[in-house]
């Protein structure tokens, strides 16, 4: 075996002397944070880019959707997925809000809209889904379902950066979307986040509420936080955003080798493209049958840590393991076989602009010679 480890992502990273020249500009202009130039011209920037008419930059992804629900006075209970990163349901937790999670769908992993109906009550104020590894939800059925029930609708889009359905942005579907910067994601400012919506006025009260609540200096207009992004990563963001569709691209050359390599393997289940979809290829899970494969999904997984390839179990556990959450009557997981089924086959592969062919063949060597 090679020493070499093989991790399950690696950050883009921008040109270390473009950086430089950069923070130069930054140290001249002693301006570090609060809405300075490089913070206004990312938020431009990615307004075009993510083809959204607004955007409001935040210090990471889990305060956009704790604002969003802020922003949108929602309560009571929202209907959300067991199958995400924490953050999403926290941020409904950290806002006296119940979460009521419903089942997932086999072939996206994303929330299934024929269970949504059945799980709202009289205090359902909203939706939370997730396009889970960037896969775009049904976002017109779950509009519709949102407009008969009088329901908002807040997309965790922190996979989806750069998504597009038919040449038209994700990211403006339902009332607000979120996206997550983060060094793991497609594109990274190191920690970062933002909220996409569509008028001005919301774009006013969001940035106040990210603020503190400051209209001006003297004037406190509702009980915001601190949620601002600073000067260093508006810039290192910029630079990212020169080079994340070659990034893009790259992941993509990645998942066609996987699926090459894996389509033939009895008892390992790849995700497709979606037709008309503009995917980001953010990550590549696979799933496992251990009765056609040979193996657990978790004897696979620690087979790969011993040929020093790092994959992850993402999502597992399910939200709804955890302490925090099983005691909820949604939570049961008699109620979630799907998700259950998908938390306990699912290993998400190395995926990042950058990986060899060496490493491809490597963990198609690893996987091929499990059977």
Same mark, same amino acid.
């Given at each position: 075996?090679?020493?070499?480890?093989?991790?399950v992502?690696?950050?883009?990273?921008?040109?270390?002397?473009?950086?430089?020249?950069?923070?130069k500009?930054?140290?001249?202009?002693?301006?570090?944070?609060?809405?300075?130039?490089?913070?206004?011209?990312?938020?431009?920037?990615?307004?075009?880019?993510?083809k959204?008419?607004?955007?409001?930059?935040?210090?990471?992804?889990?305060?956009?959707l704790m604002c969003?629900?802020?922003a949108?006075?929602?309560?009571?209970?929202v209907?959300?997925?067991?199958?995400?990163?924490?953050?999403?349901?926290?941020?409904?937790?950290?806002?006296?809000?119940?979460?009521?999670?419903?089942?997932?769908?086999?072939?996206?992993?994303?929330?299934?809209?024929?269970?949504?109906?059945?799980?709202?009550?009289?205090?359902?104020?909203?939706?939370?889904?997730?396009?889970?590894?960037?896969k775009?939800?049904?976002t017109?059925?779950?509009?519709?379902?949102?407009d008969?029930?009088?329901?908002k609708?807040?997309?965790?889009?922190?996979?989806?950066?750069?998504?597009?359905?038919?040449?038209?942005?994700?990211?403006?579907?339902?009332?607000?979307?979120?996206?997550?910067?983060?060094?793991?994601?497609?594109?990274?400012?190191?920690?970062?986040?933002?909220?996409?919506?569509?008028?001005?006025?919301t774009?006013?009260?969001?940035?106040?509420l990210?603020?503190?609540?400051?209209?001006?200096?003297v004037?406190?207009? *509702?009980?915001?936080?601190?949620? !601002?992004?600073?000067? &260093?990563?508006?810039?290192? #963001? +910029?630079? @990212?955003? =020169?080079?994340?569709? *070659?990034?893009?691209?790259?992941? !993509?050359?990645?998942? &066609?080798?996987?699926?090459? #390599? +894996?389509? @033939?393997? =009895?008892?390992?289940?790849?995700?497709?493209?979606?037709?008309?979809?503009?995917?980001?290829?953010?990550?590549?899970?696979?799933?496992?049958?251990?009765?056609?494969?040979?193996?657990?999904?978790?004897?696979?997984?620690?087979?790969?840590?011993?040929?020093?390839?790092?994959?992850?179990?993402?999502?597992?556990?399910?939200?709804t393991?955890?302490?925090?959450?099983?005691?909820?009557?949604?939570?049961?997981?008699?109620?979630?076989?799907?998700?259950?089924?998908?938390?306990?086959?699912?290993?998400?592969?190395?995926m990042?602009?950058?990986?060899?062919?060496?490493?491809?063949?490597?963990i198609?060597?690893?996987?091929?010679?499990?059977?």
């Open positions: 075996m090679e020493d070499k480890q093989i991790t992502t690696s950050p883009l990273l921008p040109d270390l002397d473009e950086f430089n020249d950069l923070l500009r930054i140290w001249d202009k002693k301006w570090i944070t609060n809405n300075g130039s490089f913070h206004k011209e990312l938020e431009a920037a990615l307004c075009e880019y993510l959204v008419p607004y955007i409001s930059l935040f210090t990471n992804g889990t305060l956009p969003a629900l802020q949108l006075r929602i309560t009571g209970e209907i959300t997925t067991p199958y995400s990163f924490v953050a999403t349901t926290h941020s409904l937790w950290w806002n006296g809000i119940k979460p009521v999670f419903v089942d997932i769908d086999p072939e996206t992993c994303n929330l299934d809209p024929d269970k949504i109906e059945a799980a709202i009550t009289p205090k359902t104020t909203a939706i939370m889904p997730v396009h889970v590894y960037g775009p939800c049904a017109g059925r779950i509009q519709a379902i949102a008969t029930y009088g329901l609708v807040i997309y965790d889009a922190a996979h989806a950066f750069g998504v597009e359905v038919n040449g038209k942005s994700i990211l403006n579907a339902g009332d607000m979307s979120t996206l997550s910067f983060h060094a793991t994601k497609v594109y990274n400012t190191i920690e970062g986040g933002a909220l996409v919506y569509h008028d001005e006025k774009k006013k009260r969001i940035d106040y990210k603020n503190f609540g400051f209209a001006d200096e004037t406190i207009v *509702a009980p915001g936080i601190n949620g !601002k992004m600073d000067e &260093v990563r508006s810039a290192y #963001g +910029l630079l @990212n955003l =020169k080079q994340v569709d *070659a990034a893009i691209e790259g992941r !993509k050359q990645v998942a &066609v080798k996987y699926r090459e #390599g +894996l389509r @033939n393997i =009895k008892g390992i289940r790849v995700m497709e493209d979606m037709p008309g979809i503009r995917h980001n290829y953010s990550y590549f899970p696979i799933f496992i049958d251990a009765e056609e494969y040979g193996m657990t999904r978790d004897e696979l997984y620690f087979r790969m840590k011993e040929w020093n390839i790092l994959g992850r179990r993402y999502f597992y556990p399910l939200i393991e955890f302490s925090t959450y099983r005691g909820l009557e949604s939570a049961n997981p008699v109620h979630l076989p799907v998700a259950v089924k998908m938390a306990d086959s699912v290993i998400c592969l190395p990042y602009y950058g990986l060899t062919e060496n490493d491809i063949d490597k198609l060597n690893c996987i091929q010679s499990g059977q």
